[in-house]
């Protein structure tokens, strides 16, 4: 099945509809230049108040390593997202599991990425905005990513309840990363938008997972009735 990561979330209120209609993880951004910012005591109150079994993500985009371990020391995250130029040795070193986040365009090499960035637990594909990295509200040509990859793809950009069944049946990713496609206005979530947008991710699941013998991208295996 389909992984689902909300990200973005700015409130308590937000955070627990999420979790409600049924995603798998929670996306905190600590980038003070986002709309969707959140500060460190807010977002402590949001990681205490989450139930098990839901991973948080904190988003980070060229943070200083003080910035990243006094952020982790706030926040008992489960997992980081890097944004930025970070290399492989600086998401590495903060004994967390991490996506690293490629901003996707025509000519660029995902799978050198995925070679250079091997420790990661996945790809997290953005589309290329210049002088945004991420948080953009558009979608890239899903085209681009080789089907190959060895890492799992997390699929983002631009993604709504409109598009994300298309986006599952092409890309087959092992998870999709929604911000303002589940968004009232920027940064403030909605309730509505974020059950259509889980409902339509499982409705594909369970089309798919009635089709035998298909490839899928993000779980590198053959399903087989």
């Known amino acids: 099945m389909t992984r689902i990561k909300i990200c973005g979330i700015t409130s308590l209120e937000d955070a627990l509809d999420a979790v ?8 905190l951004v600590f ?12 977002a402590a109150q949001i990681v205490d108040a989450i139930p098990p079994f839901v991973t948080l993500v904190g988003l980070f985009v060229n943070a200083t390593e ?8 706030a926040v008992p995250l489960d997992a980081l997202q890097f944004h930025g130029d970070e290399t492989p040795a600086f998401c590495a070193q903060f004994g967390r599991p991490y996506l690293k986040a490629i901003r996707v365009k025509a000519g660029i090499d995902l799978l050198q990425y995925a070679t250079d960035f091997a420790g990661a637990q996945g790809l997290l594909l953005d589309t290329y905005v210049d ?6 509200g558009s979608s890239f040509d899903w085209a681009l990513i080789p089907y190959d990859l060895p ?4 699929l983002s950009g631009g993604l709504n ?18 911000s303002s496609g ?5 940064g403030i979530k909605d309730a509505e938008k974020i059950a259509a947008f889980v409902n339509a991710v499982i409705k594909v699941d369970m089309q798919l997972s009635l089709r035998p013998g298909e490839i899928l991208r993000g779980h590198r295996t053959t399903v087989r009735k």
């Not at 980038?31 to 807010?42: A, E, F, M, T, W």
């Not at 002088?131 to 953009?136: D, F, L, R, S, V």
Request: proline content about 7%; cysteine-free; overall charge neutral.
């Open 20 to 27: 409600h209609s049924g995603a798998d993880a929670l996306g």
């Open 31 to 42: 980038y003070d230049k986002s709309p969707r910012h959140v500060g460190l005591q807010l």
């Open 66 to 73: 003080e910035d990243v371990r006094s952020t982790m020391h």
């Open 131 to 136: 002088g945004m990295p991420g948080g953009t």
């Open 151 to 154: 890492l799992p793809v997390v």
């Open 161 to 178: 309840a409109g598009n994300v069944a298309e986006a599952i049946r092409k890309v087959r990713p092992y998870a999709v990363d929604v």
């Open 182 to 186: 589940v968004e009232a206005s920027k």
